[in-house]
Every structure is written in structure tokens, then in C-alpha cells.
């Protein structure tokens, strides 16, 4: 039979403190967990098969029948578990659980061609989230991000990941881990504004400081795009490590593109590119010879 919930009532409790701090990032007082809220957040974890340390519920809430027996289930007086949680309407329940950790293998799998989203200086956590999950949507096999990135744990960033933070592996490197890229085969590829030069004729593809529209690249092959910060764009250290630059041509009278939507649109256009490219391939062995 199994234990009735713990329940809570102290603010100081030891395990309140553990799961505050989870909520604010410090991973030393929360001993390396995370902290996720909300029924859909905790039951994509699930799905994802990440190991739960222990689940809150606030007093208001019954026990919830999915998650696995041996998770220990904790009830919080309602103004304890408000006083932890980072939204201003808590949903009333909430997690501890290990991380997911990767390594830059994971990134770049061999039996796969890889494409790698790289967050250069991303510092709102909405649009680390999104790329995460456009990332997962269009089929990039990691993230990187580099020193001054929000972390992809921050609570906004895992919201707007939608889950996707749980199966898109998400690896911290530096500039010398992405100039590493190239040994390993891949072709970086700088996101920038449009330029003038541009204009309705396309520039050589191997001229790196002008921009080319998007779909003139090739992102059928091993390669990185690179993001960079949402007021500044990309350094002059991470440009200079390009091989080539890419835009995506705005008609409309805008500057730029937010970071979350030049990303996404830039996996889209990556994964029509893929796509296309294995129809073709597909096709071609599918035809009959001639007689």
C-alpha cells in the first residue's frame, strides 16, 4: 500500500528550500535538480522518460493516478507552495527532477547528417524556449549555447519549450567548441539582417561577408546556424568563424527579425531543403528502367 502524502505547512522546511532554489536556477542548493510546474510540463517529462525525484501538490489538489509509485509525493500548505513557485497563478503542482545531460556526441550522431542550432548570447528566455522547440519540430539534432545564454532550465525558457527542453539535447560549449565543428565536417552558416547588396539578384554563395537569402544556401549538408543576441546579433568572433552568412528576405519595412522567428524560420527552411532533397533521392531509386 502505498504512503499518504507528506504534508508541508513551514516555508523553512528543508525540502521547500531544495525545491525553491531549484525554481530560482541555483543548482548547488538544489543539489543539480530542476524544478518544472504544471500537469502538462511534469507528464512530458514523463513521456521523455526523465526520472522524477519527488512531485508537490498543493493541499487543494488530490494525488494525481499517472505518475509511477515509487516517486514520493509531497502536499504544501497553498501559500508554501505559492511562496515556491514562479508563476503568479500556480497550477498546484510541481517537480524535482534530474536533468538530462548530453555531450557533444549526442549532437552530432553518425548515422545521421547533423544540423545544429547554435544560441550565440541569447538572453531572453522566451526565445531560447521557442528555438528549442522549432528545433524539435524541424528535426535539428542539438543546441548549443554559449557563455551569456539564459539557461535552457530558466522557467520561461521551459515554458515555451513546451517540453521539448526533455528530448532536444541542449549542450553548453564555447567559441573553440564551435570552430571544433569544422573537424567534425559541419558548415557553420551566420544569421544576419538583409543587406542592400542583395537586391533580386542572389551573391556568390562564397563571398562570407555578404548575406544570401536562405533558401540559395545549402542546408542539406552537415551544418550549424548560428543565433545571435537578441540586441547585437551575432559578434564579430562568431561572424568571423562563418562560412557563410544567411538572411531571410523581409519585404515588409523591419530591420530584423526577433531571434525566436529567424531561427524557426531558418529549421523551416533547413528541413524543406532535407526533405526535398530525400524525395528526390527516393524517386530516383524508385524508377523503372527503361526498356
Known amino acids: 500500500m502505498t504512503a499518504p502524502p507528506t504534508f508541508l505547512t513551514s516555508r523553512a522546511n528543508p525540502r521547500v528550500k531544495q525545491l525553491r532554489a531549484a525554481f530560482a536556477g541555483n543548482a548547488r542548493l538544489s543539489g543539480g535538480l530542476v524544478a518544472i510546474e504544471g500537469e502538462h510540463l511534469l507528464q512530458e517529462a514523463l513521456r521523455s522518460g526523465l526520472p522524477f525525484k519527488t512531485i508537490f501538490l498543493s493541499e487543494r489538489l488530490d494525488p494525481p493516478a499517472w505518475p509511477p509509485r515509487s516517486v514520493e509525493i509531497m502536499h504544501l500548505a497553498d501559500d508554501v507552495f505559492a511562496s515556491v513557485v514562479d508563476t503568479q497563478h500556480p497550477q498546484g503542482i510541481a517537480a524535482l527532477l534530474v536533468p538530462p545531460t548530453w555531450k557533444i556526441e549526442d549532437a552530432c550522431p553518425p548515422a545521421a547528417t547533423p544540423l545544429l542550432l547554435i544560441a550565440a548570447g541569447l538572453q531572453d528566455p522566451g526565445n531560447l524556449g521557442t528555438l528549442i522547440r522549432s528545433a524539435e519540430a524541424f528535426g535539428a539534432t542539438a543546441l548549443l549555447s554559449t557563455p551569456g545564454t539564459v539557461s535552457e532550465w530558466n ?9 521539448s527542453v ?13 570552430a571544433s565543428l569544422k573537424s567534425r565536417g559541419l558548415r557553420l552558416f551566420a544569421a544576419v539582417a538583409p543587406n542592400s547588396e542583395s537586391g533580386s539578384n542572389p551573391p556568390a554563395a562564397n563571398d562570407g561577408h555578404i548575406a544570401i537569402p536562405a533558401a540559395s544556401a545549402d542546408f542539406t549538408q552537415p551544418c550549424a546556424l548560428m543565433i545571435g543576441n537578441e540586441g547585437g546579433g551575432l559578434s564579430e568572433e562568431f561572424l568571423a568563424l562563418a562560412d557563410a552568412r544567411v538572411s531571410i528576405p523581409t519585404p515588409g519595412r523591419v530591420e530584423s527579425l526577433n531571434a525566436a522567428v529567424a531561427g524557426s524560420l531558418l529549421l523551416y527552411e533547413a528541413s524543406r531543403q532535407r526533405s526535398h532533397a530525400l ?13
Request: aromatic residues 2%; contains cysteine; hydrophobic residues 45%.
Open 279 to 291: 524525395n528526390q533521392q527516393l524517386a530516383t531509386r524508385c524508377q523503372l528502367p527503361s526498356l
Open 166 to 178: 526533455f528530448r532536444v539535447p541542449v549542450i553548453a560549449t564555447t567559441t573553440a567548441g564551435i
Open 155 to 163: 522557467q520561461k525558457a521551459l515554458r515555451a519549450s513546451a517540453g
